[in-house]
């Protein structure tokens, strides 16, 4: 059985005092929760603090992004190694934001994820179709075309510390959810890509989180679809008051 994994995206919000309060807050809450696995991205700046403040809790952290290169040239960018020593076990690549916002391709990705596995960070990478890309009845071009490209040279056993996060970009940020059934069914599609670039058990046990406007009142529903393996939690992980109710959802659909 997969466990269900919920994690926390505070992308660019919060400030020092508000991220060391939000970590204190959620480790006094679900701070011993074992049965979901939970994770908390925080800006880089304050990856530190809230992974000290988290430190022997089950909550774990995560980053927003990553750069390929273990070090070197690169101004503006961080790389692996310097996230695994402010004690991250977990990235996000391929955000929508940086993909959309930022111009982050498939290539670019792929080089993230495969450096990611190597230096010993788990990646959650997320796809998913935009709006006028679901009009246009391409969702499963779309999705599957990303997740093809960003899984390329991925070694069968690497996937064990992959997840992936499906979020529909007319979903994040906008307060319109996708239905269970629209999450489930993109989901099953992904499963089945994966069951065919890697094999039936991969697949299986492959989590693959849900991404868009996740909040205490629709969580319930999502994770309980059978293919919903968790949540990659935006506006609703910035306060314990709307992402202890989502960890909440996870533990009660009686998927562990
Ligand atoms: P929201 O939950 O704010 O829609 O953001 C989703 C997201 O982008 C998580 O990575």
């Not at 929760?33 to 994770?39: H, I, N, Q, R």
């Not at 529903?221 to 968790?230: H, I, K, Q, S, T």
Request: hydrophobic share 45%; charged share 20%.
């Amino acid at each position: 059985m997969r466990k269900q994994f919920v994690a926390g995206n505070w992308k660019m919000n919060l400030d020092q005092e508000r991220s060391l309060a939000l970590a204190a807050e959620l480790r006094k809450q679900v701070g011993s929760v074992e049965d979901v696995t939970l994770a908390v991205c925080p800006p880089f700046v304050y990856l530190k603090g809230v992974a000290e403040a988290l430190a022997g809790s089950s909550i774990v952290v995560g980053a927003q992004n990553m750069y390929g290169d273990p070090g070197g040239a690169f101004t503006g960018e961080v790389s692996g190694p310097m996230l695994l020593d402010v004690g991250c076990r977990y990235v996000i690549l391929g955000h929508s934001e940086r993909r959309h916002v930022l111009g982050e391709g498939d290539r670019l990705i792929n080089t993230k994820v495969l450096a990611a596995l190597e230096f010993g960070l788990k990646p959650i990478v997320c796809v998913g179709e935009k709006l006028e890309q679901r009009d246009a009845g391409r969702t499963e071009q779309v999705v599957c075309g990303q997740v093809e490209s960003v899984l390329h040279g991925v070694g069968r056993r690497q996937m064990a510390s992959v997840t992936l996060a499906y979020e529909p970009v007319w979903a994040i940020g906008t307060g319109r959810t996708a239905t269970p059934e629209q999450a489930e069914e993109v989901h099953v599609l992904i499963r089945c890509l994966v069951a065919d670039l890697f094999d039936a058990d991969v697949a299986e046990d492959l989590i693959i989180q849900y991404g868009g406007s996740v909040k205490p009142e629709n969580a319930g529903e999502l994770l309980a679809r059978e293919n919903v393996d968790g949540a990659l939690v935006g506006g609703a992980s910035l306060a314990a008051q709307t992402f202890v109710p989502i960890v909440e959802a996870a533990r009660s659909t009686g998927k562990d």
